[in-house]
């Protein structure tokens, strides 16, 4: 069983920046995929990015240009960049852990985006 350690949320000004970080318990020559959602209160949990291979990710187009998703394979850790945020950026941000068809998530970061 992956178990995922996050950290890294906060309060900023919009425009401002965040990192957050993940660290899986186990290496990522394990995982098969490891991606961030976030679920605003009242929506749904949706998709951010993921991580598709080194030094590639995938991500959503509300926060292309925006955020970035890196892994450091040494550190079993992925990291989320956030830059420019937004007030719509506000929502509890969660990491995901795929390994042979079994999901497995962080207890989840608060990220507050004031105007």
């Known amino acids: 069983q992956v178990q995922l350690v996050e950290s890294g949320g906060g309060h900023v000004q919009a425009g401002g920046s965040l990192t957050l970080s993940c660290t899986a318990s186990e290496s990522f020559f394990t995982i098969d995929g490891m991606s961030w959602y976030r679920q605003a209160p009242g929506k749904a949990r949706e998709l951010v990015a993921v991580v598709v291979g080194p030094g590639r990710g995938n991500l959503d187009d509300s926060v292309k240009g925006r955020f970035t998703i890196a892994a450091d394979s040494a550190k079993n850790t992925v990291y989320l960049q956030m830059a420019n945020l937004k007030p719509e950026d506000t929502a509890v941000y969660y990491c995901?852990?795929?390994?042979?068809?079994?999901?497995?998530w962080g207890q989840g970061t608060q990220v507050t985006v004031s105007s």
């Open positions: 995901n852990a795929r390994q042979r068809l079994q999901d497995y």
